[in-house]
């Protein structure tokens, strides 16, 4: 994506779209930027109504310009209502009809706010530019989607376009993670992870990967991610990624991804409908591969261990069994009330590994893990539970900015009476109700004197629509909110 910076109309290039910002206010459009010399193309439409500025609206009108031949009126909505992600949607919007249209280059012009609101309509706009068609074939699918390929922004100085051009690689992670969540689950296997990690430490010196197989899965003892892989003729894959930023320090932020290949249950096995979304559950793997990658291309000043415990959980005649009783890594001893309680046993083990192996400063996983965190807080925000208020603030504060919210969840003492086990150390499930409550409990068990924050992306990781600037289901969440948590304490170079 090449990004260009204009600091008025005067001096753009040509492209095949203008954009142009508009308030709303009493129900009429107002200019939110200075454009008296199109005033001309806007003026009918805005006094005859046909555009009134409304967040989100459009009206594609037609111009003789030598330089566009096309102009996008694009509303903002009430000006004292605006902030960061209604920009983001509104030029989200503009692309898909920019996209829609054939449009290979725009101009869009920027309301005069502040920083912010470039870097937001930058999101917007480098978001809604992605599509997944390669799993259509040619004989049926409809003329390829074509994606913008630059974007010139009007009103911007040198300075504001850096942090744009910032935007661009954060998005590339963002891409990355979604291409794979969107992925035909027979290619996005264990294995498949596992090579996109090893292309990461192709791509940038400051990466190592280090991917265990089956056998050396074995020989660590990680007999959680081992029980779960029992029934899929696909060994398992645990990937480490590690990424220093800061080479004077030793310790790492570590973040940790689910990767549950294919999801059908096991033995405990979902009912058909539950299973047709169950690519999306690697959606934390995901996560973490698109957060390193961004990181690295980013040059952030800070140390990441990236793991992922990756496997199917699938149903063979060797499946892990309802009742059975698996060693943890850790040595814990887990009896499985749930076949399809695997999500919290792989992460189990990973969490394990990287706190003997490691010196951590904390600990964030990343997990599609409960229904539950679906029926208590919908698609629009992730599930947040943790030990330490400080970096539970933090994450919240990055959630905040990004608009890929978190709300905190209490982690309920009591409710550990239900993982009591009879015959094992621990159970792998509890009661119903509270269940994402109980999930993450039993995640808590595994560490160790570290601060730790679990996050829930079950509704927010694959939508039931697209919508907003997310043309697809997966939406690659956690990147976008890892990284700004991150870059609060550690500067780009």
Known sequence: M??????????RKKTDLLILPFWQKDQKAFPACRMHEFAVLFRSPVNMQDFHGKEGESLLIYSSSKRESRVLLLGLGKKDECHEEVIRRAYGAAVKVACKNNVKSLNAALPEIDFATAIAATEGM?????????????????????????IGLIGIETTTLNGCKRVVRIIQGVNLARDLVNGNPD?????????????????????KTTVFDKKRIEKEQMGLLLAVNRGSHLDPT???????????????????????????????????????????DMAGAAAVLGTIKAAAALR?????????????????PNAYKPGNVYKSYAGKTVEIGDTDGEGRLVLADAIAYIQKNYQLDRIIDLATLTGSIVVALGE????????????????????????????????????????????????NVGDRKGGSITAALFIQQFIKKVAWAHLDIAG?????????????HATGVGV??????LSSSAPTQ
């Not at 480490?240 to 004077?248: A, I, K, Q, V």
């Not at 976008?480 to 948590?485: A, G, M, N, V, Y």
Request: proline share 4%; hydrophobic share 40%; glycine share 6%.
């Open 126 to 150: 480098l978001l809604a530019n992605y599509t997944f068609d390669q799993l259509k074939s040619d004989l049926l699918k409809e003329a390829p989607l074509k994606l913008i390929q630059s």
């Open 460 to 472: 927010t990781a694959f939508l039931s629509s697209p919508k907003y600037y997310h043309t697809t």
């Open 187 to 207: 290619d996005v296997t264990p294995q498949m992870l596992g090579k996109t990690a090893q292309e990461l430490e192709k791509e940038f010196s400051t990466i």
């Open 480 to 485: 976008r909110l890892l990284i700004e948590f």
């Open 2 to 11: 090449l990004l260009l910076s204009y600091e008025d109309f005067a001096g």
């Open 238 to 280: 645990f990937i480490l990624l590690e990424y220093r930023g800061d080479p004077t320090s030793s310790t790492f932020t570590a973040v940790v991804g689910k990767g549950i290949t294919y999801d059908t249950g096991g033995l405990d096995l979902k009912p058909p409908a539950n299973m047709l979304t169950m690519k999306d």
């Open 300 to 316: 952030l000043k800070v140390n990441i261990l990236g793991a992922i415990a990756s496997t199917e959980n699938a149903i063979g």
């Open 380 to 427: 629009e925000c992730s599930g947040l539970f943790s030990n330490n208020d400080e970096l539970a603030v933090q994450l919240t504060e990055a959630g905040q900015k990004t608009y890929e919210r978190v709300w905190r969840m209490p982690i309920i003492a009591e409710y550990k009476e239900g993982l009591i086990s009879s015959i094992a150390d621990i159970k």
